[in-house]
């Protein structure tokens, strides 16, 4: 199914030469609760999401449709790949960060910090060294909508590296509100995050923050790189130039790496997340509230794989 044309806002001249304005937005489905978490498989040629209140991740394969990748899929949120080119997610309901095995079956990576449960793994990245970097809201504990209800054992709403190699797990930041989506430069010198506190309060943060990464992979600094509005930088991807696209109340806004917002492309509801995909890495895909939809642009996305 087709929606209208997107509605294209315009603010510098970069833009034009990022997007195609003679591209359609299409609506790839429309019955979620909540899309969450797209990541394109280029070796299968298919893009998988969360719908994270109903308990499935589902998959699109283009020419064909939509069917059910997982069901009771532990409330997941976020996902991507690791080098090995294995899902890697972020259960809310499981409280944890999991691997699918080329097999199928579904390995723990890290569930608990410090003797105490993680809050509900929310989003996630895979540095090129192979560690797993991921954000700790409590989003999946403070009701039973998008998890389980249940204290928080945690402090606070960290950010976290994991490391396969030596399955061990290290609070990277524990100055965030609600740490969410996260992304690396193109030379992994900076690390992106996203922190949406304005959920709990008008007063709260909406920013993306940008942090220094360190050789020992630890992070410094922390400036505010970019206020999102309207809705907020739930999650976001960068494309080969170093630009941000991020999710926002109206859609999806492209920031340059000056935190510039060169302008937006608008989906009918609040987007949610959004990753590159196909051949080309030059569609978009977008979730947004209840439906996926993608677009095709005129650049290519940067993420692995």
Sequence with gaps: MTATAPLYDEYEPEFSALVNKTASLETLYSNCRWAEGPVWFGDGNYLLWSDIPNNTILRYIPDIGVSIFRANSGNTNGHYRDLCGRLVSCSHANRRIERTEFDGTITTLADSYEGKKLNSPNDL?????????????????????????????????????????????????????????????????????????????????RH????????????????????????LPDGFRLDIKGNIWTSAGDGVHILNRAGVTLGKIRTPKPASNLTFGGPEKNRLFITATDCVHAVYVSTNGAQFP
Excluded at 138 to 164: H, L, M, T, W
Excluded at 178 to 197: C, H, V, W
């Design 125 to 205: 990245v895979v540095k090129s060294d192979g560690t797993i970097w991921f954000t700790d809201p409590a989003y999946g504990i403070e009701s039973d909508y998008e998890g389980n209800k249940a204290p928080r054992e945690q402090a606070g709403c960290f950010v976290f590296c994991f490391d396969p190699k030596t399955n061990s797990l290290t609070k990277v930041a524990d100055d965030f509100d609600r740490p969410n989506g996260l992304a690396f430069s193109l030379d992994e010198k900076q690390l992106y995050i996203a922190d949406t506190g304005m959920t709990h309060g008008p007063d709260r943060p």
């Design 208 to 231: 993306i923050r940008v942090l220094d990464v360190n050789n020992n992979n630890t992070l410094s600094g922390g400036k505010v790189f970019a206020e999102i509005s309207p809705g």
